[in-house]
C-alpha cells in the first residue's frame, strides 16, 4: 500500500506549495502543450497542483486527476468547485465524473480515476495524455518507478512535470542542538520504503528524474521551490515541527530526550512568534526532443 495523506494537511500546505513552485518551469510547459491539453495529474490528492497550474495554462484544458483515495478526489472536486465559485467562475456537473470549470479563457474539465500508482504507468490512460505532471511524489517513490515513468513518456514523447521535491534538509531559525538529531532522523524516514516497490528517492529525487529522462532525449529544466514559512505562520510550523519529531523519533530511539527538549523549545518559540523554517524543494521539468 502507498502512502497517504490527509486532506487537512494537503489543505493547510497548499498556499506554501503555490508559493513556493517554480512560475517560470510551469510557463514553460503550458508553452510546449497543444492548444487544449490533456493533463494526467499523478498523486492528485486535493486537486491543489491542478489549482495552480490551470491558472499557469490560461486556456480550455482537461485534467484527469489520478489518486488511490476516494475521498481526497471527492474533495478535490467539492474544493475545485468552491474555488472557482470564489472567482466568480461557474462550474456544473454534466455527469457524475465530470466537473467542468467554466473559466473565461476556456473551460476545464475536470476528471478522476483511482488507481494504485505504485503499478504506474500500468493502468494510466498515457495514449490520451499530454503531459503528466505531479506535485510532492517524486521524493516518495524509487528509483525502478521513475525509470519506469520515463520509458513509458518517452514512448508517446509526454513532457514530464515533477514540483515540490524535497532537495535538502528543513533549516530552523533560530537553531536548536536537537536539530541535527531531527534532520537525520527525519532523512532516514523519508527513505523507508513507502510502498513504490523499493527505498524512496528522498532528496536524490531531482537527480532521478534527470537521469531517467535524460536517458531517453529529454531536455531536463529545474528551479529551486523552497517552502518559508515564516515566524507569523503558527499552524503551518507546529505541522511541519509535529511531523518531523514524530518520523525523526522512530529512529533516533536513543535521543528521546533531546527530541524531547526540542519539541518543548519549538512549541515555546512557535507562541512566541519567534520560529522560522526554510524547507528546500526543487521543481524539475522533462521536456522530450522537439518540445
Same mark, same amino acid.
Given at each position: 500500500?502507498?502512502?497517504?495523506?490527509?486532506?487537512?494537511?494537503?489543505?493547510? @500546505?497548499?498556499?506554501?506549495?503555490?508559493? !513556493? %513552485?517554480?512560475?517560470?518551469?510551469? =510557463?514553460? *510547459?503550458?508553452?510546449?502543450? #497543444? &492548444? $487544449?491539453?490533456?493533463?494526467?495529474?499523478?498523486?492528485?490528492?486535493?486537486?491543489?497542483?491542478?489549482?495552480?497550474?490551470?491558472?499557469?495554462?490560461?486556456?480550455?484544458?482537461?485534467?484527469?486527476?489520478?489518486?488511490?483515495?476516494?475521498?481526497?478526489?471527492?474533495?478535490?472536486?467539492?474544493?475545485?468547485?468552491?474555488?472557482?465559485?470564489?472567482?466568480?467562475?461557474?462550474?456544473?456537473?454534466?455527469?457524475?465524473?465530470?466537473?467542468?470549470?467554466?473559466?473565461?479563457?476556456?473551460?476545464?474539465?475536470?476528471?478522476?480515476?483511482?488507481?494504485?500508482?505504485?503499478?504506474?504507468?500500468?493502468?494510466?490512460?498515457?495514449?490520451?495524455?499530454?503531459?503528466?505532471?505531479?506535485?510532492?511524489?517524486?521524493?516518495?517513490?524509487?528509483?525502478?518507478?521513475?525509470? @519506469?515513468?520515463?520509458?513509458?513518456?518517452? !514512448? %508517446?514523447?509526454?513532457?514530464?512535470? =515533477?514540483? *515540490?521535491?524535497?532537495?535538502? #534538509? &528543513? $533549516?530552523?531559525?533560530?537553531?536548536?542542538?536537537?536539530?541535527?538529531?531531527?534532520?537525520?532522523?527525519?532523512?532516514?524516514?523519508?527513505?523507508?520504503?513507502?510502498?513504490?516497490?523499493?527505498?524512496?528517492?528522498?532528496?536524490?529525487?531531482?537527480?532521478?528524474?534527470?537521469?531517467?529522462?535524460?536517458?531517453?532525449?529529454?531536455?531536463?529544466?529545474?528551479?529551486?521551490?523552497?517552502?518559508?514559512?515564516?515566524?507569523?505562520?503558527?499552524?503551518?510550523?507546529?505541522?511541519?515541527?509535529?511531523?518531523?519529531?514524530?518520523?525523526?523519533?522512530?529512529?533516533?530511539?536513543?535521543?528521546?530526550?533531546?527530541?524531547?527538549?526540542?519539541?518543548?523549545?519549538?512549541?515555546?518559540?512557535?507562541?512566541?512568534?519567534?520560529?522560522?523554517?526554510?524547507?528546500?524543494?526543487?521543481?524539475?521539468?522533462?521536456?522530450?526532443?522537439?518540445?
Amino acid at each position: 500500500m502507498t502512502e497517504s495523506f490527509d486532506g487537512d494537511w494537503l489543505e493547510l @500546505r497548499e498556499p506554501f506549495d503555490a508559493m !513556493a %513552485r517554480d512560475m517560470g518551469l510551469a =510557463a514553460q *510547459l503550458s508553452a510546449a502543450l #497543444p &492548444a $487544449r491539453p490533456r493533463i494526467l495529474d499523478l498523486g492528485a490528492g486535493t486537486a491543489s497542483l491542478t489549482r495552480w497550474l490551470g491558472h499557469a495554462i490560461g486556456r480550455a484544458q482537461a485534467w484527469t486527476l489520478v489518486d488511490a483515495d476516494p475521498e481526497l478526489i471527492t474533495r478535490a472536486f467539492d474544493t475545485l468547485a468552491e474555488r472557482a465559485d470564489l472567482i466568480g467562475w461557474a462550474s456544473s456537473f454534466p455527469n457524475k465524473r465530470t466537473l467542468l470549470i467554466h473559466a473565461p479563457h476556456g473551460a476545464w474539465r475536470i476528471e478522476a480515476l483511482l488507481t494504485n500508482l505504485a503499478l504506474a504507468p500500468h493502468g494510466l490512460p498515457l495514449q490520451q495524455t499530454d503531459a503528466v505532471v505531479c506535485s510532492a511524489l517524486c521524493d516518495l517513490v524509487s528509483e525502478d518507478w521513475i525509470t @519506469r515513468m520515463a520509458k513509458a513518456c518517452a !514512448a %508517446r514523447r509526454i513532457p514530464f512535470y =515533477a514540483a *515540490l521535491n524535497t532537495s535538502a #534538509p &528543513a $533549516r530552523f531559525s533560530p537553531p536548536h542542538r536537537g536539530d541535527a538529531f531531527v534532520r537525520r532522523g527525519f532523512m532516514r524516514d523519508q527513505l523507508r520504503d513507502k510502498g513504490f516497490g523499493g527505498r524512496a528517492l528522498g532528496d536524490a529525487a531531482p537527480a532521478a528524474i534527470a537521469r531517467a529522462f535524460g536517458a531517453h532525449g529529454y531536455t531536463v529544466h529545474s528551479a529551486t521551490s523552497p517552502w518559508r514559512i515564516g515566524r507569523l505562520d503558527g499552524e503551518m510550523a507546529e505541522a511541519l515541527s509535529s511531523g518531523m519529531l514524530q518520523a525523526a523519533a522512530k529512529h533516533e530511539r536513543a535521543a528521546v530526550r533531546v527530541l524531547d527538549a526540542w519539541a518543548e523549545a519549538r512549541a515555546d518559540q512557535i507562541e512566541a512568534t519567534r520560529l522560522s523554517i526554510l524547507v528546500p524543494h526543487r521543481d524539475v521539468l522533462a521536456l522530450p526532443p522537439g518540445a
